[in-house]
């Protein structure tokens, strides 16, 4: 009788004994993207792993998986609503079956530079775009900057009518998809880790994307011409799963929080500038020449393409639009 009381206890004793290492066990943030370490998202990533380990140590864990090495677009998204990764930062081009009104941030000539895009973003509608996931339980942590896209192609692109019948590959993205429609080409979704092959088998004929992105996967190797076009942006929502962030132990949680804002800032800040050293490389290779547009050759883009914002304005809705674009004059 005694015995199997004492069996009990010890039995009991084990599972809290079991559930108190468990508890001490540091939670692992896996954290996935698809671009390099060298780029200003893969920058980012890096201090938000060494800062999180050194202000939790023993609570957190977080592992950094970049170039599509854990997921690649087209399947992160799933993992991380099935929990089998923890954070991503996809482009803000890649959630139109989340938000049809992030959208917005794929408009060709939305916002005239960097600072117009930060100003929207830190702005009350662009605050409210990171929640605009939560009933599918994707909560968005933060906007890190990459830059301007730069148009690149097999043949100079200086006027619109260049790139007729040109094959060009997109992201998973209707807005990019009726941009590239706009001025006649032909767009194609691909995913990132794809495009270096792309490009040089002549699946596609040309892209769009930003310095760091070229520089980083090469691009310039297997394309002879890019544009200093400057026609949209290249930005991240930095995500995560609803429940596993509200499931964090609060002082985790909100520490983490304060991390990502520190984070941000210092992405925000050598955004730009790694863009710039990008582009010196890519010029400095000597293997693409780049094209500077006339302030008229660029006003003829942006007028072939400005189209496409009255075929989304139903889906993103008037007032945002209205809204990036007074981040423009503020
Ligand atoms: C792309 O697919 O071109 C970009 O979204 C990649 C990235 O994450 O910068």
């Known amino acids: 009788m005694l015995s199997n009381k004492l069996k009990a206890l010890a039995c009991a004793l084990s599972f809290t004994v079991a559930g108190l290492v468990h508890a001490a066990d540091p939670v692992t943030i896996k954290f996935a993207h698809v671009v390099a370490d060298n780029t200003p998202k893969g920058q980012g990533a890096v201090l938000f792993k060494k800062l999180a380990e050194e202000r939790l140590p023993g609570k957190v864990k ?3 998986y970049p170039n599509s ?3 690649g677009d087209g399947k992160e998204m799933e993992a991380l609503l099935l929990g089998d990764v923890h954070m991503l930062a996809p482009s803000l081009a890649k959630f139109e079956h989340y938000a049809k009104a992030i959208q917005i941030y794929d408009l ?5 530079d960097l600072a117009a895009a930060d100003r929207f973003q830190s702005g009350p509608q662009g605050k409210a775009l990171l929640r605009a996931m939560e009933d599918k339980n994707i909560t968005g942590l933060a906007y890190w900057h990459n830059g301007m896209k730069q ?4 043949k100079p692109l200086r006027e619109p009518k260049d790139a007729r019948g040109l094959k060009f590959r997109v992201q998973a993205s209707a807005v990019l998809d009726e941009q590239f429609k706009a001025v006649r080409a032909n767009p194609r979704k691909m995913s990132f880790a794809e495009v270096y092959q792309g490009l040089q088998t002549g699946v596609v004929n040309g892209t ?3 310095w760091s992105n070229y520089e980083s ?3 310039h190797e297997v394309q002879p011409y890019m544009t200093a076009s400057d026609h949209g942006l ?3 929502m930095v995500i995560t799963n609803t429940r596993f962030w509200k499931g964090l132990p609060d002082d985790v949680r ?3 929080e304060a991390i990502m804002a520190e984070v941000t800032v210092e992405v925000n800040r050598q955004a730009d500038e790694l863009n710039q050293k990008a582009r010196q490389t890519i010029a400095a290779s000597g293997k693409t020449e780049i094209i500077e547009l006339t302030p008229e050759q660029r006003a003829q883009w942006r007028e072939a393409m400005k189209p496409v914002w009255k075929k989304f304005e139903s889906e993103i809705g008037v007032e945002l639009i209205e809204a990036a674009q007074a981040a423009n004059r503020s």
């Open 62 to 64: 977080v592992e950094v």
């Open 69 to 71: 090495s854990l997921f």
């Open 108 to 112: 060709p000539f939305l916002f005239d």
């Open 151 to 154: 148009l690149s192609a097999n």
């Open 208 to 210: 769009e994307d930003t």
């Open 217 to 219: 996967q090469k691009v």
């Open 234 to 236: 290249i930005d991240y």
């Open 254 to 256: 909100s520490e983490l």
